[in-house]
């Protein structure tokens, strides 16, 4: 049988998009192409580089099973250094030829002749047989409806579009929004504020750890001296760490409850007065939204230039915003820390699969794929870090390399002849979806809050299973789960 070499867009060069893009060349693909609309690679870490930008995972184990990095310089790496990884590791890999940078995709239509045509912002139209979308989940910011916002004096700046140019030293900073990003730049902006104003909706459980920490000097020579070693340190932290943080979110267990514990007492311990604490406490279960994690923004919050406002904003007015309350604070910049349409996948842009379906029409009730990677009605399209990804429990990395390796399975079945195309049903959608919300139950994350993780229908948007189930799920592609032709 004669074999056919197929033809495969990535759109997103992210952590999913240089995953697959590896994968699928270490597999033996060749016509391999991956579009992405930044500049440079990165996804979320290309977007984001606001001051005091760090990830929330140790460094040593952020990174790629395949691309180990002993010479972090942080035990909590800086954005600006894990942006640097990425692109170090597309460098070294010869994955950069593969990428088309400044390469926005608008357009992806299933053509009645069994190809997708995707087109780009510039009008280019490229032909492919499959479809891979490594789009991430942050990188289209979310920006509040506000009265008068558009008409503030001085610059507005959202963290996900930060000016480098901006200057903030000496100025009177409102920061709305909390999570992370509303928690990092807080405590990266306060010591040389005039003022700083933190508008919080909803307070955050905080857990304390020494984020500036430096790696212990002669770890990098010893983990880069011993790559074996190294490898099965990271594998033990990574196993380790998914095991425990499944563990602790997804079934009421002990460990849970001492999570819990110790993120309350890092707010008792860390703010002694009483009426700061009562505005800082939140008033759901520890782990029930995304975890933030700092060293410093209880410091930074109980300075005397900062100020923790948890009244509404009523309006922005040209000179500062007007709470609900009837108070005016005097504002020089806007920062706004308020995330991401975290649901939004690959839209906005236009997505129609078979029969004209379009992606908005699927996903009305909310997104929904079978085990994170296929979605009825959209045939040879692929997802990697898809609807209910593990966003708040197994490595990011170690999932996209599962997935990555399990459509690589069905391209094969394009290689052989074995298939032309392949599409899930809808009902294997339906049972794997049904499952989900069965064991999302006892799942901290649906014990009352309103987070990001949350769809617009109310669901939580997350992997309710452990390691191991994911990878017996995506061990081998289940042919009774799809349509073949």
Known sequence: MTEREPRVLIIG?????????????????????VLEKGSDVGGVWYWNHYPGLRCDVPSQIY???????????????????????????????????????????????WDERRHWVVTTAAGEELVADFLICATGVLHHPFIPEIPGLADFAGPVVHTARWDDELATDGKRIAVIGTGSTGVQVVSALQPDAASIDHYVRSAQWILWAPMSLRQMPGVAAVLARLPKVHRTLYRLMAFGGSRLLTDVTTRPTWRRRAVQAYARACLRIQVRDKTLRAKLQPDYEPLCKRQVVSGSYYRAIRADNADLVT??????????IRTADGTHRDTDVIVLATGFHA???????RLHGRDGISIDDAWAKGPR?????????????????????????????????????????????FRTGELTTVEVTDQATTRFND???????????????????????GNVDLWPFDRATMKAMLGSPDPAAFHLS
């Not at 060069?13 to 893009?21: N, S």
């Not at 009244?311 to 500062?320: F, K, R, S, Y």
């Not at 994350?445 to 617009?456: K, P």
């Open 343 to 349: 649901h939004n996948y690959m839209r906005p842009m």
């Open 63 to 109: 990174q790629f099973g395949f691309a180990p990095k002993p010479d972090w310089q942080h035990a909590w790496a800086t954005g600006a250094a894990i942006q640097r990884y990425h692109r170090d590791v597309v460098e070294q890999l010869g994955l950069a030829e593969l990428i088309r940078l400044d390469t926005e995709v608008t357009d992806a239509q």
């Open 13 to 33: 060069a992210g952590v999913a998009g240089i995953t697959t893009a590896h994968v699928l060349r270490e597999r033996g693909f060749t016509d391999i192409t």
């Open 369 to 413: 794929a079978y085990q994170m990677t296929a979605i009825p009605g959209f045939p040879n399209l692929f997802t990697v870090l898809g609807p209910n990804s593990p966003t708040g429990s197994i490595s990011l990395q170690y999932t996209s390399e599962l997935t990555a390796r399990y459509i690589a399975q069905w391209l094969a079945k």
């Open 311 to 320: 009244d509404d904003i009523a309006e922005v007015t040209p000179n500062g």
């Open 435 to 457: 499952d989900v919300a069965i064991a999302m139950g006892p799942t901290v994350w649906n014990t009352g809050c309103n987070s990001w993780y949350l769809t617009e229908g």
